[in-house]
């Protein structure tokens, strides 16, 4: 059984319907590669006061530009949605708003990711963002708040810069949740994520961060050990 066999023309409108219900890491492979889809579309939701910084999304662009095989072009889409009247959500209350407003869903060619920034908090704090299905992250605007542009504080495009391309690599399936291991550097203490502090997937670049983490100059790039794995994987 290849696991590069194209999808046959008659299952696209499954694909459209279920497609974006599967497990974070498990559509690494279509990210990486162009098999099944040659382009990507990122629609970027944000509720009112949180709109995305433009330069953070360009990074985010050129980045995956890099690391994926999509000829066909990647386009990015934002939109302002109604605020949340709660100051902290849920997952579930994410996959709620979600729901509600993602317009765009993968189907023939075009591989879609949604991303949402909300007006509020984790509700159990600490978490500036979350990859939390396989096409789908969100960002919790008022931790983004939090952390940037204050004293010991990284600026927002900066900071945002890192949360994103982090959390669309665990889409890309980092670390060991659907592009395989190539080397031992999964952290094991905290899933998912990278054992090397100079990562971009070191676990603490989506939490609230220590000031001495964050005043690190340069935005972290991804390892050698986490970027064999996107190569074995079919990446770039
Ligand atoms: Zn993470
Ligand atoms: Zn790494």
Known sequence: MSCTKSIAAEDQNVIEKNYHLQRVGSSARDFLTDENFTSLRIEVQYMPGYEPDAKALLNLKYFLYDHLHKPGGISIVTKEIPSSADSSLTMQEVIGIEKANRTAFT??????????????????????????????????????????????????????????????????????????????????????????????????????????????????????????????????
């Open 107 to 236: 189907k023939n060619k075009e591989l879609t990711v949604y991303i949402l920034y909300t007006n509020g908090y984790y509700i159990e704090g600490q978490m500036l963002g979350y990859a939390y299905l396989n096409t789908s992250a969100v960002l919790f605007g008022r931790n983004l708040d939090d952390n940037s542009n204050k004293f010991k504080k990284l600026n927002r495009s900066d900071l945002e810069t890192r949360v994103l391309q982090h959390e669309v690599c665990h889409l890309l399936g980092l670390v060991n949740v659907g592009s395989a291991l190539q080397s031992a550097h999964k952290d094991d203490d905290h899933g998912k994520h990278c054992i090397n502090k100079q990562c971009l997937m070191y676990f603490l670049t989506d939490t609230e961060e220590s000031p001495s983490f964050l005043l690190r100059k340069t935005n972290p790039k991804l390892d050698a050990a986490c970027l064999e794995d996107l190569k074995a994987n079919g990446g770039k």
